[in-house]
């Protein structure tokens, strides 16, 4: 049923800049979709007649909104951190761990050791999970395998995704991680083995290239030559950046005009004077702040000054494992200082615009039908509820599929 007419929604959110407010919300709303695209959308008294041969679907005056874009997730990996989990609940750091080489390279050694099946197998129930929660569109990185068999492998898995749920997938190659503990002594040569193997045969598997820039992972000059390296395989550049510390990651996605910087935690007002003229999105963690009982991202700064913010999960075995988008909004509205309407822009055209997305994460004629139905009657009740699943029926393309 790609053809749908949904009527009686109590509240529509289009995230429609020509309509009222943030939110362009319309109320006693109405949508038409034809072929998974919308085609209509308003106060249902004004539908036009030739809309009601469309099947008819009834949301009894319930709040309906995009499909959230989840703009940054580590989807792929082998086994857990719960162990680690544990540790730093009883008090040590995440980077303390990771000295200790725990953290990221733990996760390498388990994905390396998973085959390609049992990999997928997980990945599809984390995506089914995250769909069954609202999230449409979800971009998915590699960078658990940090050698060239086992990164191209991450990315094949990420590629399949789609083939199992209804969900669109969006691919990064993220080699650029850490360096893997057996390049240690000589992290040029790992630089060379991404440019010259894993770079090449990346480009046609990923839409972006991200790095991780910051303290005990990579240097800017080193993502510099990366990023560079990745434009001429024709991968955009996305950056995590200052999570740990003043990276000057920051710096350089605002230098190298970078799709996204992500993370965030640690800015100065110069870097997001930069982020803002170069048209970078900062894609913000609130749920990474909250599993790592840190001080949460700087959301407030970065909105007043203009700049485009996303939240997502950023799901992961190690700082946040995580998979529902509206637990994010949560917690984006309870510890960041945004509130529940920007949190709501932010969880679906924010994260639509890091993923360089036109077609989705609003609702207007042309757009991709990705809509989900609350079981309540306001977009409110995904903060004010924290915790609940609030949804009710998930459409994808103009099908349900989830109900
Ligand atoms: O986005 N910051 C680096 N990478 C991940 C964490 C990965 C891990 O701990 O496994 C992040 O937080
Ligand atoms: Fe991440």
């Known amino acids: 049923m790609t053809n749908l007419l949904l009527t009686g929604i109590g509240e529509l959110v289009t995230n429609d800049p020509e309509r009222e407010g943030l939110l362009g919300v319309v109320t006693d709303a ?64 995440y980077q303390e761990i990771m000295a200790a080489g725990g953290g990221i390279m733990s996760t390498v050694a388990s994905t390396r050791a998973t085959d390609s099946d049992t990999l997928l197998d997980e990945a599809v129930r984390r995506a089914q999970r995250m769909l069954g929660m ?62 010259e193997e894993m770079l090449p045969a990346a480009g046609g598997m990923a839409t972006f290239c991200d790095v991780f820039c910051d303290d005990g992972a990579f240097a800017v000059d080193e993502a510099r030559v990366i990023l560079a390296a990745a434009a001429e395989q024709g991968l955009a550049a996305r950056l995590h950046a200052n999570q740990l510390g003043h990276s000057g990651g920051a710096s350089l996605a605002a230098e190298l005009g970078a799709i996204t910087a992500d993370h965030l935690d640690h800015l100065t007002d110069a870097d997001i004077a930069g982020l803002l003229a170069a048209g970078t999105v900062a894609v913000l963690f609130p749920t990474v702040s909250f599993s790592l009982r840190l001080d949460p991202p700087p959301a407030r700064r970065l909105w007043d000054a203009g700049v485009p913010v996303a939240i997502a999960t950023d799901c992961n075995p190690g700082t946040s494992y995580v998979e529902n988008m509206q637990f994010v909004i949560a917690a984006a509205t309870l510890t960041t200082g945004l509130t529940p309407e920007e949190s709501v822009w932010a969880a679906t055209r924010g994260g639509a615009r890091a993923l360089q997305f036109d077609d989705r994460g609003w609702i207007k004629p042309g757009t991709v039908a990705d809509l989900v139905m609350l079981e309540a009657d306001s977009y409110l009740e995904i903060p004010y509820r924290p915790g609940t699943d609030l949804v009710r029926m998930v459409i994808k393309g103009g099908e349900a599929v989830v109900s």
Not at 39 to 45: F, S, Y
């Open 30 to 93: 109405a949508v038409a979709v034809k072929g998974g695209r919308i085609a209509w959308v308003g106060p249902e008294t004004e539908l036009l007649r030739e809309f009601r041969e469309l099947p008819e679907l009834d949301g009894a005056g319930r709040a309906v909104l995009p499909g959230f874009v989840d703009s940054h997730t580590h989807l792929v990996f082998g086994g857990n951190r719960a162990d680690e989990f544990a540790r730093r609940v009883r008090g040590e750091s």
């Open 134 to 195: 609202g999230t449409t569109t979800v971009e998915v990185k590699s960078g658990y395998g940090l050698e060239v068999e086992t990164e191209l492998r991450m990315l094949e898995v990420a590629n399949s995704i789609a083939e199992y749920v209804p969900i669109d997938v969006v691919t990064t190659f993220l080699g650029a991680h850490v360096v893997p503990a057996e390049y240690e002594d000589d992290r040029d040569a790992y630089l060379r083995l991404i440019v």
